[in-house]
C-alpha cells in the first residue's frame, strides 16, 4: 500500500514549529517510515509546481504553522487546501493568530511608518518604503503584499484539526500523527489536547484561590515568585483558568505565569473574555472606587489576556479608522 | 538580449530570500538583488506592551535562536530598569546561553554548512544532506550528533521552562536558581561537548584542510570580500557572546572603534530599499557608498569570522590553540574568506563547550540568591549580545509604568545583509558569462549564502537538509527560456 503523503509548511512564524517537529528526535525516523513526505521547505526541497501537479485531495496531511500575513501564505494555504484531505492547523499562530497576532492592535501604515521612516537607527533620507512593485534600471522587482490584518489559518480556509502550543510538544505532535496515520481521529474542528484546563492538572492547584482574595495585581518583576504558591493567589497575572491543559506546565516549571499559548477549551470561545470572568471571581473588592483600583493596576490588560489570541477573539483587531 | 534569472532559495512562493539576477546585452552579469519578502513588525505591536513580557514576546522572532533573543531581552530588561542582576543569576544567563552557543553552531556544522565539504562542493546534489554526512562520518556520529543536541536542549529547558521559548529571565536576574543535582549534570554535558567540539574541529581538519581542492576554494577570490568587521569582546578583547564592548576593526585589521551597546546609534545607520522588506545597516562613521567593500564602504560583517577578526583572541584554553592556527594556516588577520566562517564556527563551538564547563563548575552558581528586585522608574534600555548569527540589539524606551513606548530591534543576520548581496553578486559574476550559466552555479551561490548561516524571518536555516534552489532564465518578455533545478 502506498505510504500517506504527508505535508509541512509554515506561514508568518519563526521556525519553532519545525524545531518541535525534530524535538520529536527517534520519534520522527518513525513518522519518516510510515509516510512520504511531499513539502518541508525547511528540510526538503520544495517545487511548488509539484504541489500544483499533485490530484485535488492526494496529499493525506498538511501540517501548517504560522499566521496569515502576507497574499503569498494566504495562496500558498490555499493550495494545500485543494490538495490535502485533512489541514492541521499546527501551533498557536495558526490556531489563534499567536504572537506575530499582536500586530492587530496596529496596522500595516504604522508598522511600515516606524520601521522603514522612524526607527531611531534607520538612515532613509528619501522616504523610501518596500514596495509590491519596484522599477529597477534593469526590470521589476516584486515583494508580497503585507496584510493590514493578521488572519488565523481557519479565516481563509477550512481546517480540520488544531495542534494548539508554542510550540506544540513533542507528544502531542506524536499522538496527533499516530491518530491520524490510524484513522482514529476526533470529531472535527477539534483541538488534539486535553479539554480541560491548565489549572486541573497544575501542582499549585492546591493554592488556587476558589474565592475573593486578590486586592492587589502585582508583575512579574516586582515582587519574588514563589515556587510554589498558585501565581493568581500570590496576585500575579496567570492565564491558567482561561487555557487549555496539555502543555505539561512548561512555563510554571520554569516558576513564570502561563501566557494561554494553548488557547482556550471547547467550551469557550473568546479566552480573553473568559480570564476577565476567572479574574472578576478572585478579586476581593466591595466598592466601585476599590474595583477601579484593581483593575487599574493591570498592565496592559488587553494584551496580555489575549497575548497569543488576538485575531481569534472576538475582537480580532483594534478598531482600524 | 537581456534575461534576467530568478533564484528563489525556499522556492515557495513567500520565501525568506529571493535572488534575482539581471544580464546585460552580453550575457554577463549586470546587477543581482537579494530580496527579503517577509516582515511581522515586532517593533510596533511591542508598543504598548509591559516592559517584563518582551522576553516573552520577542523570542517569537526566531524559534531556531530563541535564547537569544530572550537573553538579548532580559539584558535590556536589566539596563530599562536600572538593576544589577546578582553574580549567580548572571553566570546562569551565560551558562544557559552557551549551552545554546554549542548546540546551535555544532549543529550547523553537521545538518547544513558541513555538508559542502564533508561530502563535497562537487557531489551529486542528492548527497549533499546530512545523509551524505552520515554515509561519509558514519552512523555512530550522527547519532553523537544528535544526543549533543538534545542534552543542549535539555539543559536550556532546566533554566527555561522550555526550549522554544524560554522564559526564565527578569530584569535583574531570572526565575529560579539551579540545584547542586542539576549543576553536576551540566557538568557532564559540558564535558561532552568540549569532546565533542574537539572531534567536529578534527572532522574539519581531516576533511577540509587535508584537501588542497577545499583549501584553494576557501582561500580563492570568489569568496573574499575586505570589509568591516563587528563583535562583542570582553575586557581583554577576547570573544564574548554574553557582556562586553563592541569593537570594529577595519578591512586591513585595525581597530576602528571600541563602544558601549548605549551607544550603538552613533555606530549604526539602517538604510532602506524599495525592493526588500529587509534593511541594510552599515557603518554610519565610514558613511553608506553602496554595495561594495573596501575601506570606504560602511558595510560590514558580523557573526563567527567577524567576532574572531575584531578580537585578540579566545578565552579558553583549547578555542584559543585552534584560534592561533587558523590565522597562522589562513595568513593572518584579518581573514576576509567568506567560507571561513564555518572554521570561525567549530572555533567558537569549542570555546562555547569550555565556557559551559567553566560556570558549570564554579560553586557560586548554585547560589539561591538568583533575582534583584527593581526600584528605580524605567525609562530606557539597551541590551545587546552576540548571535551565533552576529550582534544582536534589542532597544526599548517606555514610561514611568513600564509601558513599550518604542521598540528598536537590529537582528543579527540583518547586519549581514549587505554583504550578503555583495557575496551572491560575485560568486554570480564569476560563475556567469555571455549568457552561459555554469551547472555549478546553483552550488556555488548556496554557499556564499550558507557560510553566513543566514536566518531570514529567522527561519531559513538550521534543520537537517539544504535549502533548495532553482533558476529561471526569462528572455526580456519574460518567458522561461531555461530552467535549471537542485533537486
Not at chain 2, 240 to 262: A, C, L, Q, S
Request: hydrophobic share 40%; with cysteine; proline share 6%.
Amino acid at each position: 500500500m502506498a505510504k500517506p503523503k504527508v505535508a509541512f509548511y509554515w506561514c508568518a512564524s519563526c521556525g519553532g514549529c519545525e524545531e518541535a517537529v525534530v524535538d520529536l528526535a527517534e520519534n520522527i525516523l518513525k513518522v519518516v517510515e510510515a509516510v512520504e513526505i511531499v513539502l518541508w521547505p525547511v528540510a526538503m526541497d520544495f517545487k511548488i509546481k509539484d504541489v500544483e501537479a499533485l490530484q485535488d485531495k492526494e496529499i493525506a496531511v498538511s501540517f501548517i504553522n504560522g499566521a496569515i500575513r502576507t497574499s503569498e501564505q494566504e495562496h500558498v494555504a490555499k493550495l494545500l487546501r485543494k490538495k490535502s484531505g485533512l489541514v492541521v492547523a499546527f501551533g498557536a499562530c495558526a490556531h489563534l493568530g499567536g504572537i506575530p497576532g499582536l500586530a492587530n492592535f496596529s496596522n500595516r501604515a504604522k508598522i511600515f511608518d516606524y520601521v522603514y521612516h522612524r526607527s531611531p537607527s534607520v538612515d532613509n533620507p528619501d522616504r523610501i518604503t518596500p514596495q509590491e512593485k519596484t522599477i529597477v534600471k534593469e526590470g521589476e522587482l516584486t515583494l508580497p503584499e503585507f496584510y493590514n490584518t493578521v488572519h488565523t489559518l481557519d479565516q481563509v480556509i477550512d481546517v480540520d484539526y488544531y495542534l494548539p502550543g508554542c510550540a506544540p510538544p513533542p507528544d502531542l505532535i506524536m499522538n496527533a500523527v499516530e491518530a491520524i496515520l490510524t484513522g482514529n481521529l476526533p470529531e472535527k474542528g477539534s483541538v488534539l489536547s486535553p479539554d480541560k484546563s491548565l489549572c486541573d492538572t497544575c501542582k499549585r492547584k492546591i493554592t488556587k484561590p476558589e474565592k475573593s482574595v486578590i486586592k492587589e495585581i502585582k508583575r512579574v518583576h516586582e515582587v519574588m515568585l514563589d515556587p510554589d504558591r498558585c501565581f493568581l493567589d500570590q496576585g500575579i497575572i496567570c492565564l491558567g483558568p482561561a487555557t487549555r491543559d496539555g502543555c505539561g506546565e512548561r512555563c510554571i516549571n520554569a516558576n513564570m505565569p502561563c501566557r494561554g499559548c494553548f488557547g482556550p477549551t471547547s467550551r469557550v470561545d473568546d479566552q480573553g473574555a473568559k480570564f476577565l470572568s476567572a479574574l472578576a471571581s478572585i478579586i476581593d473588592a466591595d466598592t466601585d472606587d476599590e474595583i477601579r483600583k484593581i483593575t487599574d493596576s493591570i498592565a496592559d490588560p488587553a494584551g496580555i489576556f489575549y497575548f497569543y489570541s488576538l485575531p481569534s477573539s472576538m475582537l480580532k483587531r483594534k478598531f482600524d479608522k | 538580449m537581456r534575461k534576467r534569472i530568478t533564484i528563489d532559495p525556499i522556492t515557495r512562493l513567500e520565501g525568506h530570500g529571493k535572488i534575482e539576477i539581471f544580464l546585460d546585452d552580453r550575457g554577463d552579469v549586470e546587477k543581482v538583488y537579494f530580496q527579503v519578502p517577509e516582515l511581522r513588525g515586532f517593533e510596533i505591536f511591542s508598543v504598548g506592551r509591559p516592559a517584563e513580557e518582551m522576553p516573552r514576546i520577542t523570542p517569537k522572532i526566531c524559534g531556531v535562536c530563541p535564547t537569544t533573543h530572550h537573553i538579548c531581552s532580559t539584558k535590556a530588561l536589566d539596563d530599562l530598569f536600572k538593576v544589577e542582576p546578582p553574580p549567580a543569576a548572571k553566570k546562569l544567563r551565560e551558562l544557559m546561553y552557551s549551552a545554546f552557543m554549542l548546540e546551535d553552531h555544532t549543529l550547523h556544522f553537521f545538518f547544513l554548512g558541513g555538508p559542502d565539504f564533508v561530502v563535497g562542493p562537487s557531489a551529486p546534489p542528492a548527497e549533499r544532506n546530512i545523509l551524505g554526512v552520515i554515509a561519509k562520518v558514519g552512523l555512530e556520529i550522527a547519532g553523537k550528533v544528535i544526543k549533543l543536541r538534545k542534552e543542549c536542549r535539555d539543559v536550556i529547558t532546566l533554566f527555561g521552562g522550555r526550549v522554544i521559548h524560554p522564559v526564565c529571565g527578569l530584569p535583574g536576574g531570572i526565575s529560579k536558581p539551579l540545584t547542586e543535582d542539576n549543576r553536576l549534570k551540566i557538568v557532564e554535558v559540558a564535558k561532552g561537548g568540549v569532546e565533542f567540539a574537539q572531534f567536529a574541529l578534527k572532522i574539519f581538519e581531516d576533511v577540509v584542510l587535508k584537501n588542497k581542492d577545499y583549501v584553494d576554494l576557501v582561500v580563492g577570490d570568489v569568496y573574499k570580500h575586505a570589509t568591516y568587521y563587528m563583535g562583542m569582546v570582553d575586557k581583554n578583547n577576547k570573544v564574548n557572546f554574553y557582556d562586553g564592548d563592541i569593537r570594529i576593526v577595519t578591512p586591513e585589521g585595525k581597530e576602528f572603534t571600541r563602544f558601549k551597546p548605549g551607544e550603538y546609534l552613533d555606530h549604526i545607520g539602517e538604510r532602506v530599499e524599495s525592493w526588500s522588506y529587509v534593511k541594510f545597516p552599515y557603518l554610519k562613521k565610514v558613511g553608506w557608498k553602496g554595495f561594495v567593500d573596501g575601506v570606504d564602504s560602511g558595510v560590514y560583517r558580523v557573526a563567527p569570522l567577524a567576532r574572531l577578526n575584531v578580537s585578540d583572541g579566545m578565552a579558553t584554553p583549547l578555542a584559543q590553540a585552534e584560534y592561533e592556527r587558523m590565522y597562522e594556516t589562513l595568513g593572518g588577520k584579518p581573514v576576509h574568506n567568506t567560507l571561513a566562517f564555518h572554521w570561525a564556527r567549530l572555533i567558537e563551538a569549542l570555546y562555547a563547550a569550555e565556557r559551559m564547563l567553566e560556570l558549570a563548575q564554579d560553586k557560586e552558581i548554585t547560589d539561591p540568591h538568583v533575582r534583584n528586585i527593581p526600584t528605580a522608574t524605567p525609562n530606557e534600555g539597551i541590551g545587546i549580545v552576540e548571535a551565533p548569527r552576529g550582534t544582536l540589539i534589542h532597544h526599548y524606551k517606555t514610561d514611568k509604568n513600564g509601558i513599550i513606548t518604542e521598540a528598536n530591534l537590529i537582528v543579527a543576520t540583518v547586519n549581514n545583509a549587505a554583504a550578503i548581496c555583495m557575496s551572491i553578486e560575485k560568486a554570480a559574476k564569476s560563475l556567469i558569462r555571455e549568457g552561459n550559466v555554469s551547472d555549478g552555479l546553483l552550488n556555488m551561490v548556496e554557499m556564499a549564502f550558507r557560510a553566513y548561516d543566514p536566518c531570514f524571518a529567522c527561519a531559513t536555516h538550521s534543520m537537517p537538509g539544504k535549502i533548495p534552489l532553482s533558476i529561471n532564465i526569462r528572455n526580456r518578455q519574460g518567458e522561461i527560456t531555461q530552467t535549471i533545478e537542485r533537486d
